[in-house]
């Protein structure tokens, strides 16, 4: 088998096609784990039934999510060695060491305590069930920082020295501490957590909207909603601190995602391009509409900008990232989707203080249960673009400024790549298909009322408010 492609490109596309399906089921699982901890929590301490059920519901779709994201996140890795081992030699001092700390500290920790909080209910005192509940939690968002600061490390390397074609660590926390670690672990965390949140109000709105068990999805929509008004603001101001970093560390990415071509000197007002159409040929824009005055605002907080900002005319067409177009359009979606939740939960919130959030309206309101339900890909969206913005807009470099990708590949056959990338499509179509199959069987058989809490140990039942107030 033959391609037109060559290998560089093919290995892209094949991590970029793995990377953006795995990323789809960690995401859910992350910020689930901490939903389920509050659900337990409000259980082991009122001992009320209904959120043992909230807790037994919802954990369906956690251990979906974990199965999918398990089976996919292994083939990603394993491409480490194979497709980019000139990467891994490279920086595998510190690279593979930081992805070794993930699968064992973190994935290790979670799968350990999963069983337990799965199959343990009726084993195990509800302390030490509450207690594997929070580990599996604890273990799924310590993947999200080791994963994070690996990545972060390719976009700031830092901890060591570049010599001979290969990275040597000198100080390990200062290179898991790189430049850019703490910001994007706090904007990946509480994108999961939205995401996530989303995800379950979705299903709580449709619920809500076919009138299937009220009570217990307007307790469930409800919830996600106050820990929306929590994390959705807080992820607009950490998504303005990584474009910030960005602007001062990666000028390349900055004006790409701007599509910026010429130089913006200090002293002046630049507009900000809501739209446009990128020209790379021409290395102009054919047209875009703007705010006046607006980038400044939006890079340094004033009228006029206090350092330049370059545009990628300015760097040679080998040393700035391609594909323009996307970066620009997949740096204003997820904008635009972070604003449009924000809004959403705000409006949710204010009907909600006004008494328009009642079981009927969402069945008499079927563009706010539109709405809601929508959100959920919505959310996704929103962070694959933020991956794409990451990831593409760091090209030509695989180690920023160290390691280019066209040097960091594998030299294999093109046909053999191709034959990999198409299995990957095939089964990763599969796997897709598979999960929205099981998973709409679980929304629609909806929670089982009728399981019995266990009765080992535990404190005395609390009077609790109805969960539909």
Not at 289 to 310: D, F, H, K, T
Not at 325 to 354: D, E, K, N, P, Q
């Amino acid at each position: 088998m033959s391609s037109g492609l060559d290998v560089v490109t093919l290995s892209r596309l094949q991590f970029a096609l793995t990377a953006i399906f795995h990323m789809l089921w960690p995401v859910l699982s992350t910020g689930l784990a901490i939903f389920l901890v509050i659900l337990e929590g409000f259980w082991l301490r009122t001992r009320n039934p209904f959120y043992y059920h909230q807790a037994r519901f919802w954990a369906k779709l956690y251990v979906l999510n974990f199965g999918i994201g398990v089976a996919s996140g292994l083939p990603m890795e394993f491409q480490f060695g194979t497709n980019w081992a000139p990467l891994s030699e490279f920086a595998g001092d510190f690279f593979g060491s930081v992805l070794g700390f993930e699968g064992a500290m973190a994935f290790m920790l979670e799968a350990g305590f999963l069983g337990i909080m799965l199959f343990g209910w009726q084993k195990v005192p509800p302390v030490i069930h509450f207690l594997s509940t929070v580990m599996v939690a604890f273990g799924a968002n310590l993947s999200v920082f080791w994963i994070l600061s690996a990545n972060s490390w390719l976009q700031t390397p830092a901890g060591g020295t570049f010599s001979d074609g290969h990275f040597h660590v000198q100080n390990y926390f200062s290179a898991i501490n790189n430049p850019f670690m703490v910001k994007s672990v706090i904007h990946m965390a509480l994108a999961t957590v939205e995401t996530s949140m989303l995800v379950v109000a979705a299903i709580s709105a449709w619920s809500l909207m076919r009138q299937k068990a009220p009570e217990f999805f307007q307790f469930s929509f409800k919830l996600a909603l106050v820990i929306l008004l929590a994390v959705a603001p807080l992820q607009i101001l950490a998504g303005h601190e990584s474009g910030v970093q960005v602007a001062e560390r990666q000028p390349t990415k900055l004006a790409a995602i701007e599509a910026i071509w010429e130089d913006q000197p200090a002293g002046t007002s630049p507009a900000w391009s809501v739209v446009a159409v990128p020209d790379e040929a021409t290395g102009t824009n054919r047209w875009k509409l703007a705010v006046p005055g607006a980038l400044s605002w939006i890079l340094e907080s004033r009228p006029q900008l206090s350092q330049p900002v370059r545009g990628l005319n300015s760097w040679p067409a080998d040393q700035r990232p391609h594909m323009v177009g996307l970066l620009f359009y997949a740096f204003r979606v997820m904008i635009a989707i972070g604003m449009a939740a924000a809004g959403l939960t705000a409006l949710s919130l204010l009907l909600w203080w006004r008494g328009g959030l009642s079981t009927e309206r969402f069945r008499r309101w079927p563009w706010f249960s539109w709405a809601w339900i929508l959100s959920a890909p919505a959310g996704y969206l929103a962070i694959e673009s933020g991956w794409v913005v990451r990831c593409v807009g760091r090209q030509p470099w695989t180690v920023y400024g160290q390691l280019r990708t066209a040097d960091a590949a594998s030299v294999l056959p093109p046909g053999e790549v191709l034959t990999s990338l198409v299995t990957f499509a095939v089964l990763y179509t599969f796997l897709l298909g598979f999960a929205l199959f099981f998973g709409a069987r679980i929304i629609a058989k909806g929670p089982d009322l009728s399981l019995e809490p266990p009765q080992n140990g535990g404190a005395a039942r609390l009077p609790v408010p109805s969960p539909s107030a």
